[in-house]
């Protein structure tokens, strides 16, 4: 990239964080290191490096914030996705590559029986929400404080800033503005491994379409194996759909997900990030009886029936690079285990290297992530982890592996790809090391 190019894209981005700046005005969809002052602005990444435009090298620890697990641009995803472009980037019809992905989708998860696309997480747990309600002709939801399910109405409510009311109790409060009170009222929030939790569901079964569930919540990756068995009996009990949204833990846990992870089959399941390869991607996925409301043609308007389809879903693109990565993860799992070491492996030598030098500092991981906490706290659920707070210290952390020559991602999660290779771990744990330093 030529200097003078460099400099535009830096003042362009810079200026987007600052409405107030006159003329013509954009808003960059993330929170770039360009927050920073040291500037950082990427161009390009491969295998689990990153490159920004000055031609600096990084190593990557977001992985596209989860959806790269098998680094940047895999030779087997590119050429998937290049061939679908060169047959046409979008058909209008049903293609291909989506028949021939929603079948490896539905061998590849167990118990699945049908697959419909979306093109985010975010549209997979608002149609899979509207589907339960036509199932059960019942409209509130329940979700759990702390839990991410995207950005519609029903999803932004006690979320990332949790910690609203008693903890046997939370309060569902809207995390942003633009959420109506009519999703606040329709959404009951609860909290993970605390067993009130079924007491409220039973309370209010008549009213209650659903539960949706992180089954292992990113920002608190803990062990909920028995509240989740648990969760799935009160809900088969009391007769409401519990919906899996496995957006981050899908082909991630295990190949199976968190069904396999967790051995728990949940009525309904989202799907997003892992699967798209890199291009935009959802998908909602359960068995038989639960599509009956869905009609795809748009044409059986009324009350009966849920309507959830998409100009790009489905896209060849996305669902040719999707053929790509579930394959390869198929075909090689050990992969699996190969993350989940390398993620053991960091955690272990940084929390060594803070409690030598007195630095509160702990980690929780799952196969491929782990997130720093900042305190030395007992954590049992999603509450405890505090995470406004931490993600403030993060941040900071942020700023100062960048120096380091390790990128972050922005959300307080850090991603291990297949990709990174032990090498790498030594370099993201000297990186680390070297900022616990200079934050003391
Ligand atoms: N659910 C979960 C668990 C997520 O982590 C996310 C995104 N981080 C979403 C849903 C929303 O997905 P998207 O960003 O693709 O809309």
């Known amino acids: 990239m030529r200097k003078k190019d460099a400099l535009y894209l830096k003042e362009k981005i810079k200026s987007s964080y600052n409405l107030a700046e006159t003329g013509k005005q954009f808003l960059i969809a993330h929170y770039t290191a360009g927050i920073f002052n040291d500037f950082v602005f990427f161009d390009h990444g491969k295998g689990s490096k990153m490159y920004d435009i000055d031609g600096n090298e990084y190593i990557d620890c977001a992985g596209g914030i989860g959806p790269l697990i098998l680094g940047h641009s895999h030779e087997a995803v590119v050429n998937a996705a290049t061939e679908a472009i060169e047959k046409g980037c979008l058909h209008g019809l049903g293609n291909e590559y989506e028949v021939r992905f929603a079948e490896l989708l539905v061998e590849s998860i167990p118990q699945a029986e049908v697959v419909t696309f979306t093109n985010s997480g975010t549209e997979a747990t608002m149609h899979a929400i509207k589907l339960a309600r036509a199932y059960t002709g019942k409209e509130k939801i329940a979700k759990f404080e702390g839990h991410y399910h995207g950005t519609h109405e029903f999803a932004q409510i006690s979320g ?61 990756p803990l062990d909920y194996k028995v509240f989740l068995k648990g969760l799935r009996e009160v809900t088969e009990e009391c007769g409401v759909l519990l919906i899996f949204d496995e957006v981050v833990t899908g082909f991630r846990l295990a190949f199976g997900g968190a069904r396999e992870y967790f051995n728990i089959i ?35 308007i009324g009350r009966k029936s849920v309507f959830f389809t998409g100009t790009f879903s489905g896209n060849p693109v996305t669902c040719a690079a999707g053929i790509a990565v579930i394959e390869y993860l198929r075909d090689h799992k050990y992969l699996y285990e190969q993350m989940n070491q390398n993620v053991l492996y960091i955690c272990n030598q940084i929390e060594a290297h803070a409690n030598e030098i007195g630095y509160p500092l702990q980690t929780k991981s799952a196969c491929s992530l782990f997130v720093p906490y900042f305190f030395k706290e007992e954590i049992n659920k999603p509450r405890d982890t505090n995470w406004t707070n931490n993600i403030g210290q993060y941040d900071t952390l942020r700023k100062h592996m960048l120096k380091h020559g390790v990128s972050l991602s922005d959300i307080g999660v850090v991603f291990v790809t297949a990709a990174h290779s032990r090498e790498d771990c030594d370099s993201i744990v000297k990186a680390f090391n070297q900022s616990i330093d200079e934050m003391y």
């Open 160 to 220: 990332r800033t949790a910690k609203y009311g008693p903890v046997e109790r939370p309060e569902s409060v809207a995390d942003y503005a633009g959420i109506p009170e009519y999703a606040v009222d329709g959404t009951i929030t609860l909290s993970m491994n605390q067993k009130e939790s079924f007491d409220i569901i039973r309370q209010y079964k008549d009213e209650l379409a659903a539960v949706i569930v992180e089954p292992l919540p990113m920002y608190a």
């Open 266 to 300: 949940p009525d309904l399941a989202t799907y997003g990030k892992i699967i798209g390869g890199g291009f935009p991607a959802g998908a909602i996925v359960g068995t038989k009886k639960f599509f009956k409301p869905a009609y795809f043609d748009g044409f059986n």
